[in-house]
């Protein structure tokens, strides 16, 4: 097998690779986001860029299968990061690497379609005898499958969790909502709404991973509804907010730290009297605030799951699952450029004395699983509404009155029945 003889298949993997590479390079360093550090994002351009490079001298000395089965890892995880790029364009606006990442969606397809290509090219080759040749078939497609499940399919969902592109965000809805600006603890600029406190107290709500300030504006309009003061925020990477993108939430208490400086600021607010209402991802961040930020006098955490290895082997052990869950926290760690702190059980139990309410929808995600451990492990005060047939963060929006009721209610006995307003 030499060079010249393969000379096209060489020729076009590297100037793929190349190009899927180049945007690694925009990504991380060029075209990165207002607030990101220059060295937040250098690892994973690193390991990009060895993988690459080790790949481009390696390839024309590799039999055709290895070559094969490079050209599509690659290539899927080209296409995956291009695709999202893409996506942006569509809803918004081509910006700052949204145009190398065209081009490294272009690279993606041609590396899945050299990756088909080869095999059909030198099928047989190296195989003695019609039997071996079948038996090299069905090696192949069981490490391929392996691969897909703990390498490709992990990764693929840890490009999608920390490269999610931003949304447009609306105008505000009505006339009580206040377009405001603050800062996270570590100084990256957040943009929310804010909406005036009627009775002294306030609740900050943190929306979920994939979304920003819009997807939690129903639990936001619920609550300004019964008098309390509401901040609802883009969490960083997201919205209008400064900073990289993970739908895991990790570094988002710094982002739950600065919602509650602002509200601690505002004159219509009693210090003594501030909430938290979080959904999915944003539960999980607000369980995390409250072991430190005392501060925080309440917290409904509708749809905590889990947000890191720790959480899913505190929860399950080991099974089938564990590998996938290894290699996808393991690229989030390598893409994002940072880690996700203590497991949630561990921090529940260090929530008390903050009154925790905690909300299990259904069990997609092992979600009233997670929530039976957190509530075994915190201390009181803490409660537990599970439904069974619930859908994840659904339940305000498929039993309205029941949902109001509770999580009203919750907040009526933390936050107005405090003995002194300013805590």
């Known amino acids: 097998m030499t060079l010249v003889r393969h000379d096209w298949e060489t020729i076009a993997f590297r100037g793929a690779t190349a190009v899927a590479l180049l945007h690694a390079i925009d990504d991380a360093f060029i075209s990165r986001q207002q607030g990101v550090a220059l060295g937040q994002h250098a690892l994973a351009a690193a390991i990009s860029l060895a993988a690459g490079v080790a790949a481009i001298v390696a390839f024309p000395r590799l039999r ?13 995880l080209a296409m995956v990061n291009g695709a999202l790029h893409v996506a942006h364009i569509k809803v918004d606006a081509a910006a700052a690497s949204d145009y190398t990442g065209v081009f490294a969606l272009i690279a993606g ?81 957040l943009s929310g709404w804010y909406v005036s406190s009627m009775n002294r107290a306030a609740v900050v709500v943190v929306h979920g991973g994939g979304g920003d300030r819009t997807g939690s504006l129903r639990h936001a309009e619920l609550v300004a509804r019964h008098g309390y003061g509401v901040l609802a925020y883009d969490s960083r990477g997201r919205g209008d907010s400064e900073g990289s993108p993970n739908a895991l939430g990790w570094d988002w208490d710094k982002d739950v730290a600065g919602a509650l400086t602002f509200l601690s600021q505002q004159p219509d607010v009693d210090s003594g009297r501030v909430g938290g209402l979080g959904l999915s991802t944003g539960a999980d961040v607000l369980i995390e605030v409250a072991t430190t930020h005392r501060e925080l006098k309440a917290v409904v955490s509708d749809g905590a799951t889990a947000r890191s290895f720790d959480d899913v082997r505190n929860l399950v052990r080991f099974d089938e699952t564990t590998p996938f869950f290894w290699t996808f926290t393991t690229a989030v760690r390598a893409f994002a450029g940072s880690a996700p702190g203590e497991p949630l059980e561990e921090l529940a139990a260090r929530v008390t004395p903050t009154p925790l309410l905690l909300i299990a929808s259904g069990n997609a995600q092992r979600e009233a699983d997670y929530n039976m451990l957190y509530a075994e492990a915190a201390r009181e005060p803490v409660e537990l509404w599970a439904i069974p047939d619930g859908t994840h963060t659904a339940a305000i929006r498929e039993r309205p009155s029941e949902y109001e009721r509770r999580v009203i209610g919750f907040f009526e006995r933390t936050l107005l029945a405090q003995q002194s307003p300013t805590g």
Do not use: Q
């Open 64 to 76: 055709a299968g290895f070559r094969a089965g490079i050209s599509l890892v690659f290539g899927v």
């Open 109 to 189: 397809c041609a590396l899945v379609v050299l990756g088909i290509v080869i095999p059909l090219r030198h099928r047989g080759e190296g195989a003695p005898t019609r039997l071996r040749r079948w038996e090299y078939r069905a090696v192949a497609v069981i490490a391929g499958v392996f691969v897909l499940y703990v390498l490709v399919g992990p990764v693929s969902v840890g490009i999608v969790t920390t490269h999610k592109h931003r949304e447009p965000i609306p105008d505000t809805p009505n006339m009580t909502y206040e377009p405001v600006v603050f800062r996270a603890s570590d100084g990256l600029r």
